[in-house]
T-cell receptor, first 114, second 114 residues
């Protein structure tokens, strides 16, 4: 079974631009969560989608948005990029919500904003 | 809000020796899960071990075991017979029983000496 796939692996953008990151969950998984990892702030929860609906959102500005498609694939978008958005963005999928259903992580997308 | 604290930014262990990584958390919930994740330089977050809060028995997974003290809100990870491949960043994480949001600690870098 293929794992969680995130594309692209690396991305370089300029301040003010926007970016879209993609996450394909493990087949059959319906929940997708996104996390931002930076040296200063550590790992922070961005949002969670389940059955195409956002179920939970972290404390990030409205420039960060996401969506989930009917095949459970998810995208996150960051508009008007700032230097502080440079980070590793991790996606995790899970079969269901709650009940301790294990989260499986992808290899992440490394975003650099110049 | 839940918080997770890892007070050891870095730890070292000799190959074949035992090391314990510390983690404390704060929550008002009674039903939750605790996890230890490993993140090697490849960046992928790998689940090491999981503990259900309602279980008094400490979880074990081969060379990895936890000491879960619910009243003290403590959740330490013991790695026995340390191997070079254990070298990584280790994150302690909390998750409510009712959703998929993970709250991570700051992480502990584990170095294994040969």
């Amino acid at each position: 079974k293929a794992g969680v796939t995130q594309t692209p692996r690396y991305l370089i953008k300029t301040r003010g631009q926007q970016v879209t990151l993609s996450c394909s969950p493990i087949s059959g998984h319906r929940s997708v969560s996104w996390y931002q990892q930076t040296p200063g702030q550590g790992l922070q929860f961005l949002f969670e989608y389940f059955s195409e609906t956002q179920r939970n959102k972290g404390n990030f500005p409205g420039r960060f948005s996401g969506r989930q498609f009917s095949n459970s694939r998810s995208e996150m978008n960051v508009s008007t990029l700032e230097l502080g958005d440079s980070a590793l963005y991790l996606c995790a999928s899970s079969l269901t919500r709650g009940q301790g259903s294990p989260l499986h992580f992808g290899n992440g997308t490394r975003l650099t904003v110049t | 809000a839940q918080t997770v604290t890892q007070s050891q930014p870095e730890m070292s262990v000799q190959e074949a020796e035992t090391v314990t990584l510390s983690c404390t958390y704060d929550t008002s919930e009674s039903d939750y899960y605790l996890f230890w994740y490993k993140q090697p330089p490849s960046r992928q977050m790998i689940l090491v071990i999981r503990q259900e809060a309602y279980k008094q028995q400490n979880a074990t997974e081969n060379r990895f075991s936890v000491n879960f003290q619910k009243a003290a809100k403590s959740f330490s990870l013991k790695i026995s017979d340390s191997q070079l491949g254990d070298a990584a960043m280790y994150f302690c994480a909390y998750r409510s029983a009712y959703g998929n949001k993970l709250v991570f600690g700051a992480g502990t870098i584990l170095r294994v000496k040969s």
